[in-house]
């Protein structure tokens, strides 16, 4: 079984201040994905990024970046200099790998991260 | 490009009715579909998957039930609500791509 743990419940920043939200996943499988969504007032959950368990490049998009360490089961997403735009819920998932990705879209979430950026 | 509505946004039912939610895709074919449930609080619990018409997999036990009567058409119901069902169901499709994408979600409260 799969097991994602956001140990961080709310974080409170000022506006661009830099955050960083903690991810650590447990699963016994080899091939592995691992995403972050963001969960916005509206309740959508917007698709952010997705990492492969081969692929442990750092990954930057404007102010938002990814670190993926596979020795430390983590996979921490960053803010810098958070914007109020950036206050939503965010969620790290897992999903493993099955021949003919049949598994494409099941995923285990974490508890979620609520994120407040004061003006 | 794709799309997936959901609908309704809000519901309010009594103990004891029947639910129907309904979820639709568009801009793609043959995607697997999803019913997700977030309680309170809590992240999202994978209730239902489906990789075809008639295709239906249970995540967990629970007073729900799931169909899908067309290929991009997925239906989440119940018999008889019960308080527990209260929360934010979200749908969400993928195709092959590891990543979901999600409708907007239907708040169920249940009195």
């Known amino acids: 079984a799969q097991k994602v743990t956001q140990a961080q419940t709310e974080i409170s920043v000022v506006e661009k201040e830099d955050v960083t939200l903690d991810c650590v996943y447990e699963?016994?499988?080899?091939?592995?994905?691992l995403f972050w969504y963001k969960q916005p007032p509206s309740g959508e959950l917007v698709f952010l990024i997705r990492r492969n368990s081969f692929d442990e490049q750092n990954e930057i998009s404007g102010r938002y970046s990814w670190n993926f360490q596979k020795s430390t089961s983590s996979f921490n997403f960053t803010i810098t200099a958070s914007q109020v735009v950036d206050s939503a819920v965010y969620f790290c998932?897992?999903?493993?790998?099955?021949?003919?990705?049949?598994?494409?879209?099941?995923?285990?979430f974490g508890q979620g991260t609520i994120l407040t950026v004061h003006p | 490009s794709q799309t997936i509505h959901q609908w309704p946004a809000t519901l309010v039912q009594p103990v004891g009715s029947p639910l129907s939610l309904e979820c639709t895709v568009e801009?793609?074919?043959?995607?697997?579909l999803y019913w997700y449930r977030q309680a309170a609080g809590r992240g999202l619990q994978l209730l239902f998957y489906?990789?075809?018409?008639?295709?239906i997999s249970s995540e967990v036990p629970q007073n729900l039930s799931a169909s899908r009567p067309q290929d991009r058409q997925f239906i989440l119901s119940s018999k008889k609500l019960l308080l527990s069902d209260s929360g934010f169901y979200l749908c969400a499709w993928s195709r092959g791509r590891p990543e979901a994408f999600f409708g907007q979600g239907t708040r169920l409260t249940v009195v």
């Open positions: 489906s990789v075809g018409i008639g295709q």
């Open positions: 998932a897992l999903s493993v790998f099955y021949a003919g990705g049949t598994s494409y879209g099941k995923l285990t």
């Open positions: 801009g793609t074919s043959n995607p697997n």
């Open positions: 699963t016994r499988d080899t091939t592995y994905y």
